[in-house]
């Protein structure tokens, strides 16, 4: 490309830059109604500016003799960093930050001498995003940084009409450019993205070297799910003890693509109380191949998650004993008396680094100060169907200096069952589990619990998860949000302050799904390719109470979907079924066969696809698997109704107590009636758009900021989307 073609596109570029926004309103990361009306448009716009736009940015670059900069040489950060994070695999990019209450500052490391860049949006592309690019320029040494954001309709960034990002310092070496530079989390500007409590997707890209002066053939890129905003988590200032739970020399064969496996532990022989404070995941994972595991850089776990479970305690401890000493189960096949490992202790999923308990308290361990056994229960998804040997687990970190309170955590939500379903071809599809008054009525002291965290999980179609908090017919502020779910980064939230939770309160946990992508409908249950909807709380004191779920009862789930009767089972005997986690006894043999045939956890769905309808004539004769595959799903008149139903309709709640007996009977009951709260978070808050500057604190003249050379501009064309 000759210099004059060069010149040109940059001109172009900041044309566009500089170009009015198109009146049609158009949502971030949304293809506007008529794209090429809208593109149409933009050109008009273009060649009506063209000339003197053009003459007025050439004048200015001409008229200007050197780059305005600040010298990077001249400063050294003395923050402390309180996060950091790889944003890729190779640890080539990493990523520093600390935040105040307004402000946020970055330290991006990269193993590049050319650009970098880095990116904040709530989807996992460049379209409507906030981005920054910087490099260290390779004659003078100076760092540059320019602020821009992605085209909401077409994969390309373009220079922010206000720069509102500060550059700190930057430099390089042979092989690496690190820069630091901050910004408000608001600064009221449309083209910058708002950096609050919900995971952000961080886009980075890099330049080959010399491709700050340069257009680049290629960029390496990608993206991660974070929480900006999280507290800082720490384990205690005095030493700590771990104990490690985890398989041995487990191989997942090929053949499965999901696996539950159940391993009993004994606790470590404490002569006194201790506390666990904290846990991390241990992940070892090996592919098997040519008969032997070995280590590939590149290859991806297949554990998916995984919850260690205290075990109620039982007499027969030579039994307990032998299973401690065993291998373990798969999950359909483990003995009836583990049903009594139902109060988690810690829970991890992917994208978790695991986390430490606040400084105020810490779940009992032990014979002495807990129980004697623990069964950690490993989730598998193992989609390609790779041959893989596992010995992944958790460290449990203890101490024997104990917290003020013992802790403990509860299991909320829908119940994992076939009867919770997600129709396809839905943006927003919600669904929602209640923990009942009646509940933590019979479970929780008189003053009530103090809630410390949360874990909202869910699988892949999940966007959004809301634990709410009722008591009576009121609405309080929600306890845990995340606004941008993304199923790669399951990372326990910190509830501000705490929230205190009294007998008689409601818990709702909501899940909001995106099905589109879907042709057939989403049952529940373990599998990735299944769905789930739970919250983990992390609350003091202690009580009894282990899980709090409903789901949808039996008869008024097949009635939603238009289904009154089945060959063979009376509507009793399959709430029977469900009720006992899938006890096939009594089941006709020819379902009973088909059921047997099927691998992983079933929870129901080869009943699903077993029962045949008789009623009504309409859909007699089908499996009612066929008949929820055959709903006209395209009609939303047909798919509002059925969320409705299920989501304002009748609940069938369960409360587990720690020994796995019921803190209150099996009820059925309709959806609490409350006064929705009210958001006006939009109203408390007033910006000014442009009017946001940061503070100077390098010292470079207020020209710093601004764009910067025609090279910069040339960088854009290519940020971010080449892979």
């Given at each position: 490309?000759?210099?004059?073609?060069?010149?040109?596109?940059?001109?172009?570029?900041?044309?566009?830059?500089?170009?009015?926004?198109?009146?049609?309103?158009?949502?971030?990361?949304?293809?506007?109604?008529?794209?090429?009306?809208?593109?149409?448009?933009?050109?008009?716009?273009?060649?009506?500016?063209?000339?003197?736009?053009?003459?007025?940015?050439?004048?200015?670059?001409?008229?200007?003799?050197?780059?305005?900069?600040?010298?990077?040489?001249?400063?050294?950060?003395?923050?402390?960093?309180?996060?950091?994070?790889?944003?890729?695999?190779?640890?080539?990019?990493?990523?520093?930050?600390?935040?105040?209450?307004?402000?946020?500052?970055?330290?991006?490391?990269?193993?590049?001498?050319?650009?970098?860049?880095?990116?904040?949006?709530?989807?996992?592309?460049?379209?409507?995003?906030?981005?920054?690019?910087?490099?260290?320029?390779?004659?003078?040494?100076?760092?540059?940084?320019?602020?821009?954001?992605?085209?909401?309709?077409?994969?390309?960034?373009?220079?922010?009409?206000?720069?509102?990002?500060?550059?700190?310092?930057?430099?390089?070496?042979?092989?690496?450019?690190?820069?630091?530079?901050?910004?408000?989390?608001?600064?009221?500007?449309?083209?910058?993205?708002?950096?609050?409590?919900?995971?952000?997707q961080i886009l980075w890209a890099l330049g080959p070297e010399?491709?700050?002066?340069?257009?680049?053939?290629?960029?390496?890129?990608?993206?991660?799910?974070?929480?900006?905003?999280?507290?800082?988590?720490?384990?205690?200032?005095?030493p700590l003890k771990h104990w490690d739970v985890r398989i041995?020399?487990?191989?997942?064969?090929?053949?499965?693509?999901?696996?539950?496996?159940?391993?009993?532990?004994?606790?470590?022989?404490?002569?006194?109380?201790?506390?666990?404070?904290?846990?991390?995941?241990?992940?070892?994972?090996?592919?098997?191949?040519?008969?032997?595991?070995?280590?590939?850089?590149?290859?991806?776990?297949?554990?998916?998650?995984?919850?260690?479970?205290?075990?109620?305690?039982?007499?027969?401890?030579?039994?307990?004993?032998?299973?401690?000493?065993?291998?373990?189960?798969?999950?359909?096949?483990?003995?009836?008396?583990?049903?009594?490992?139902?109060?988690?202790?810690?829970?991890?999923?992917?994208?978790?680094?695991?986390?430490?308990?606040?400084?105020?308290?810490?779940?009992?361990?032990?014979?002495?100060?807990?129980?004697?056994?623990?069964?950690?229960?490993?989730?598998?998804?193992?989609?390609?169907?790779?041959?893989?040997?596992?010995?992944?687990?958790?460290?449990?970190?203890?101490?024997?200096?104990?917290?003020?309170?013992?802790?403990?955590?509860?299991?909320?939500?829908?119940?994992?069952?076939?009867?919770?379903?997600?129709?396809?071809?839905?943006?927003?599809?919600?669904?929602?589990?209640?923990?009942?008054?009646?509940?933590?009525?019979?479970?929780?002291?008189?003053?009530?619990?103090?809630?410390?965290?949360?874990?909202?999980?869910?699988?892949?179609?999940?966007?959004?998860?809301?634990?709410?908090?009722?008591?009576?017919?009121?609405?309080?502020?929600?306890?845990?949000?995340?606004?941008?779910?993304?199923?790669?980064?399951?990372?326990?939230?910190?509830?501000?302050?705490?929230?205190?939770?009294?007998?008689?309160?409601?818990?709702?946990?909501?899940?909001?799904?995106?099905?589109?992508?879907?042709?057939?409908?989403?049952?529940?249950?373990?599998?990735?390719?299944?769905?789930?909807?739970?919250?983990?709380?992390?609350?003091?004191?202690?009580?009894?109470?282990?899980?709090?779920?409903?789901?949808?009862?039996?008869?008024?789930?097949?009635?939603?979907?238009?289904?009154?009767?089945?060959?063979?089972?009376?509507?009793?005997?399959?709430?029977?079924?469900?009720?006992?986690?899938?006890?096939?006894?009594?089941?006709?043999?020819?379902?009973?066969?088909?059921?047997?045939?099927?691998?992983?956890?079933?929870?129901?769905?080869?009943?699903?696809?077993?029962?045949?309808?008789?009623?009504?004539?309409?859909?007699?004769?089908?499996?009612?698997?066929?008949?929820?595959?055959?709903?006209?799903?395209?009609?939303?008149?047909?798919?509002?109704?059925?969320?409705?139903?299920?989501?304002?309709?009748?609940?069938?709640?369960?409360?587990?107590?720690?020994?796995?007996?019921?803190?209150?009977?099996?009820?059925?009951?309709?959806?609490?009636?409350?006064?929705?709260?009210?958001?006006?978070?939009?109203?408390?808050?007033?910006?000014?758009?442009?009017?946001?500057?940061?503070?100077?604190?390098?010292?470079?003249?207020?020209?710093?900021?601004?764009?910067?050379?025609?090279?910069?501009?040339?960088?854009?064309?290519?940020?971010?989307?080449?892979?």
């Amino acid at each position: 490309m000759n210099i004059q073609a060069l010149f040109i596109l940059s001109v172009s570029l900041l044309c566009d830059a500089k170009l009015p926004r198109y009146k049609q309103n158009i949502q971030p990361n949304k293809l506007p109604t008529n794209p090429t009306h809208n593109s149409q448009a933009l050109r008009l716009l273009q060649t009506e500016n063209k000339n003197e736009k053009t003459s007025r940015i050439v004048n200015e670059y001409r008229t200007r003799h050197r780059r305005e900069s600040f010298d990077s040489r001249s400063y050294e950060s003395s923050l402390i960093w309180s996060h950091s994070e790889r944003l890729d695999e190779n640890g080539d990019v990493l990523l520093r930050w600390v935040n105040t209450d307004s402000s946020i500052t970055f330290r991006l490391e990269a193993k590049t001498r050319g650009y970098v860049g880095l990116g904040f949006n709530s989807a996992r592309n460049m379209r409507g995003a906030d981005l920054v690019v910087a490099w260290v320029d390779d004659r003078h040494g100076n760092a540059q940084l320019l602020d821009c954001h992605g085209l909401t309709f077409e994969d390309r960034a373009v220079a922010d009409e206000v720069q509102n990002y500060e550059l700190i310092s930057g430099y390089q070496n042979d092989t690496h450019t690190t820069l630091e530079f901050r910004r408000q989390l608001d600064t009221c500007d449309k083209q910058d993205f708002v950096i609050g409590e919900d995971t952000t997707q961080i886009l980075w890209a890099l330049g080959p070297e010399g491709s700050d002066g340069d257009l680049p053939r290629h960029v390496h890129s990608g993206t991660r799910p974070l929480r900006l905003l999280q507290p800082l988590s720490k384990p205690d200032t005095v030493p700590l003890k771990h104990w490690d739970v985890r398989i041995a020399n487990l191989t997942i064969p090929h053949v499965m693509a999901t696996l539950f496996w159940c391993k009993v532990f004994k606790a470590p022989d404490l002569s006194q109380k201790h506390h666990i404070v904290g846990y991390q995941p241990l992940i070892d994972s090996r592919p098997i191949r040519n008969g032997k595991p070995v280590i590939e850089k590149d290859s991806l776990s297949p554990v998916h998650h995984m919850v260690l479970y205290e075990c109620a305690e039982d007499h027969d401890k030579r039994l307990w004993s032998e299973w401690a000493e065993g291998e373990g189960f798969f999950g359909p096949s483990r003995p009836g008396e583990l049903a009594t490992c139902v109060t988690p202790i810690a829970a991890w999923a992917m994208g978790s680094k695991g986390e430490f308990l606040p400084e105020n308290v810490g779940i009992p361990l032990g014979e002495r100060g807990g129980v004697s056994y623990y069964m950690l229960e490993v989730h598998y998804d193992n989609q390609a169907l790779h041959e893989v040997l596992d010995n992944s687990g958790i460290r449990i970190h203890y101490t024997p200096v104990l917290r003020t309170h013992d802790a403990a955590l509860l299991g909320a939500g829908i119940g994992v069952s076939v009867l919770h379903v997600i129709p396809p071809k839905q943006r927003a599809y919600r669904t929602v589990g209640i923990c009942s008054p009646e509940c933590t009525n019979s479970t929780m002291p008189e003053e009530g619990i103090n809630i410390v965290s949360v874990l909202l999980h869910a699988h892949g179609t999940a966007r959004k998860i809301t634990l709410k908090h009722i008591r009576g017919n009121e609405e309080l502020p929600k306890i845990s949000e995340e606004n941008v779910y993304d199923a790669r980064y399951q990372q326990s939230r910190i509830v501000p302050g705490g929230r205190r939770f009294f007998k008689r309160d409601t818990l709702i946990t909501e899940c909001t799904y995106d099905s589109s992508a879907r042709d057939k409908p989403i049952l529940g249950g373990y599998s990735a390719m299944q769905e789930m909807c739970l919250s983990f709380i992390l609350y003091y004191p202690r009580t009894e109470l282990a899980g709090c779920y409903s789901m949808t009862p039996v008869v008024e789930f097949f009635e939603t979907f238009g289904v009154k009767e089945f060959y063979g089972l009376s509507m009793m005997q399959v709430e029977k079924i469900f009720l006992s986690s899938g006890n096939l006894e009594g089941l006709p043999q020819e379902i009973e066969g088909d059921i047997s045939a099927l691998q992983g956890d079933d929870q129901g769905v080869g009943l699903m696809k077993g029962l045949v309808i008789k009623e009504p004539p309409e859909f007699r004769n089908k499996t009612f698997m066929a008949h929820l595959n055959e709903m006209p799903w395209s009609e939303p008149l047909l798919t509002e109704q059925i969320e409705k139903t299920l989501y304002r309709g009748w609940h069938m709640t369960f409360c587990k107590k720690r020994d796995d007996s019921w803190g209150a009977p099996i009820q059925i009951q309709n959806y609490p009636n409350y006064t929705r709260l009210s958001s006006n978070d939009a109203s408390e808050k007033s910006c000014h758009y442009k009017s946001v500057r940061l503070p100077s604190v390098t010292g470079a003249t207020g020209d710093a900021s601004r764009i910067n050379s025609i090279s910069a501009i040339l960088i854009l064309t290519s940020l971010f989307i080449a892979r």
